[in-house]
Antibody, heavy 122, light 107 residues
Framework: QITLKESGPAVVKPTQTLTLTCTFS??????????VAWFRQPPGKALEWLAL???????RYSPSLQSRCTISKDTSKNQVVLTMTNMDPVDTATYYC??????????????WGQGTLVTVSS | DIQMTQSPSTLSACVGDRVTITCRAS??????LAWYQQKPGKAPNLLIY???TLESGVPPRFSGSGSGTEFTLTISSLQPDDFATYYC?????????FGQGTKLEIK
């Protein structure tokens, strides 16, 4: 059974850097084909894909956030970390991590964490 | 970026109704489309991938069809548990993008 759980601060101040951790079980990020992605969803709005990291450390980012986001993995700890710099109130959202299925570029997401709400406010 | 447009944005229906949600892509995405269901305060739940393949454990009243730029999600007979928001997602190319969502409400 695959499980994922996000953790991180509930509140960050504008201009600060957000660091979120996704801790997972039921799969290994050292296994060929495996990947974990981050998404976010502002209150009352649609989902947005942020970044994806593959087992071989290939990383893909949303172009709109690429300059601010970094995704990394710690295979030994079964964790994926997302950092986002220069946070702004418009970044207030629930942030999710998810396990990918599929191959190569063609990926959908079959298991999701419960999400963590991050509020950006001074 | 590929834009995904869902219609309608809101849909009112009764238990037992057959409903269809449409998702249109701004360019061809072949069959690289997924559908998710999301309930308030919960994470999205995968229903369908590759446009028409039902995820394991999803009731067969859900079905998907389409290819290219136009796709549909059909629920053959609405159950009380189906009232939720539904999103389509394309995975033909980066960045992966979602539709704006369709909220399915009880009539």
């Amino acid at each position: 059974q695959i499980t994922l759980k996000e953790s991180g601060p509930a509140v960050v101040k504008p201009t600060q850097t957000l660091t979120l951790t996704c801790t997972f079980s039921g799969f290994s990020l050292s296994t060929s084909g495996v990947g974990v992605a981050w998404f976010r969803q502002p209150p009352g709005k649609a989902l947005e894909w942020l970044a994806l990291i593959y087992w071989d450390d290939v990383k893909r980012y949303s172009p709109s956030l690429q300059s601010r986001c970094t995704i990394s993995k710690d295979t030994s700890k079964n964790q994926v970390v997302l950092t986002m710099t220069n946070m702004d109130p418009v970044d207030t959202a629930t942030y999710y991590c998810a396990h990918k299925k599929g191959a190569g570029l063609y990926n959908w997401f079959d298991s999701w964490g419960q999400g963590t709400l991050v509020t950006v406010s001074s | 970026d590929i834009q995904m447009t869902q219609s309608p944005s809101t849909l009112s229906a009764c238990v037992g109704d057959r409903v269809t949600i449409t998702c249109r892509a701004s360019q061809s995405i072949s069959s690289w489309l997924a559908w998710y269901q999301q309930k308030p305060g919960k994470a999205p739940n995968l229903l369908i991938y590759k446009a028409s393949t039902l995820e394991s454990g999803v009731p067969p009243r859900f079905s998907g069809s389409g290819s290219g730029t136009e796709f549909t999600l059909t629920i053959s007979s609405l159950q009380p548990d189906d009232f939720a928001t539904y999103y389509c997602q394309q995975f033909n190319s980066y960045p992966y993008t979602f539709g704006q969502g369709t909220k399915l409400e009880i009539k």
